[in-house]
């Protein structure tokens, strides 16, 4: 391509796509791009994501939540789910439009989670036989799990294909450049982001939220309507509480005054009309399966003054190392914000 003229978003992509290749430098290959940190923040985010479970309830539900503000009709949903299904066991003709226009190499398992297969397949050059055994064994259940994210992430955006060809009339390109709109195309991200979500010291889940703000913004002005269902959901949830407890609005919010730190500073936090064994109150936080979450979280820590917290909410200067060094001085995780047992 020397010479000549390339969209900007296209050469991005193609020089974000390189292998950096290590230099005689020790510091570079322990923090440069592709050094010893960033494949450790891999790691980190695949721990987070791919290998935690809650995270892969998180992210059906979320993209469940992006399909309705999408503009897809509620109850089309689960029928556009199951159709996606069927298309990757049949390998339809939707299937094959998805996997044309980059359904596999734009999704966050693709892009963001380690994989480390190749990695592997250098070590067979090593001469410890068993080394390679236990790493062969470990990259095969990485890449597998890393392969059930991804499938995820396939059937929502062959859900959305199918809806914008069928019910919107639109052509294949169209439909599936929507999809990747709103079932996040992760390969076409500016290099500050691409290299932020890998640096030692960055925002290791930026690019979702690079991606998901936009959209509700979108939403907000467009069709603000969309999101009166799950405005809906809370109320209906308070008032659940309130007839199965006989209680009222002051009672909940004394209650609420006696939340633990971490629970006040979630702004998702729903109490639900059920006792556990020993008559405490249940709780759900519901800012962790939503589209909006983190932005909830930050305005209410915001509202409260705490700056600090807020920031650590947004994932600034978080990561593998910055985590190990917090969880050292306070005793308190940052991913989950619960209190590190002794």
């Known amino acids: 391509l020397r010479g000549l003229y390339v969209r900007k978003e296209i050469h991005e992509d193609l020089v974000g796509a390189y292998n950096f ?10 923090f440069g791009q592709g050094g010893t940190l960033t494949k450790l923040g891999q790691a980190w985010k695949t ?40 298309s ?40 410890q036989p068993t080394a390679n055994i236990i790493h ?5 259940f990485v890449n597998a799990v890393g392969d059930v994210y991804q499938f995820e992430e396939a059937v929502f955006k062959i859900a959305k294909l199918i809806d914008g060809m069928e019910r919107q009339g639109l052509s294949e390109a169209a439909a599936m450049i929507e999809s990747h709109k709103w079932v996040f195309d992760y390969s076409l991200v500016p290099r500050a982001v691409r290299y932020l979500r890998n640096a030692p010291f960055g925002v290791p889940f930026l690019s979702y939220t690079y991606f ?17 269902p799950y405005i809906a959901a809370g109320y209906a949830m308070q008032e659940a509480v309130m007839a199965a407890f006989g209680a009222d609005d002051d009672d909940l919010d004394k209650l609420k005054e006696a939340y633990p730190e971490w ?44 700056f600090r917290q807020s920031a650590e909410t947004m994932g600034l200067l978080s990561g593998p190392i910055p985590d190990i060094i917090a969880a050292w001085q306070t005793g308190i995780d940052p991913f989950s914000g619960r209190e590190i047992a002794a």
Do not use: C
């Open 47 to 86: 721990s987070k994501v791919a290998l935690n479970v809650p995270s892969h309830f998180r992210n059906m539900m979320g993209n469940t939540i992006m399909l309705h503000l999408s503009g897809m009709p509620m109850h089309r949903v689960p029928q556009r789910l199951v159709q996606a299904i069927d």
């Open 88 to 127: 990757i066991v049949r390998k339809d003709d939707f299937y094959k439009i998805a996997v044309k226009y980059g359904l596999k190499e734009a999704t966050f398992a693709n892009r963001e989670l380690a994989r480390i297969r190749d990695e592997w397949m250098l070590l067979q050059k090593s001469k």
């Open 212 to 228: 998901v703000l936009p959209r509700l913004a979108e939403v907000a002005v467009k069709r603000p309507w969309a999101y009166l």
């Open 21 to 30: 290749i290590q230099t005689d430098s020790l510091l570079e290959n322990i």
């Open 263 to 306: 629970m006040k500073s979630k702004g998702g936090m729903y109490l639900v009309p059920k006792r556990d064994q020993e008559g405490r109150l249940q709780m759900v936080d519901l800012g962790y399966t939503v589209p909006w979450g983190m932005l909830a979280d930050v305005i209410a820590q915001v509202g409260r003054g705490e």
């Open 136 to 140: 062969a064994m470990g990259a095969k």
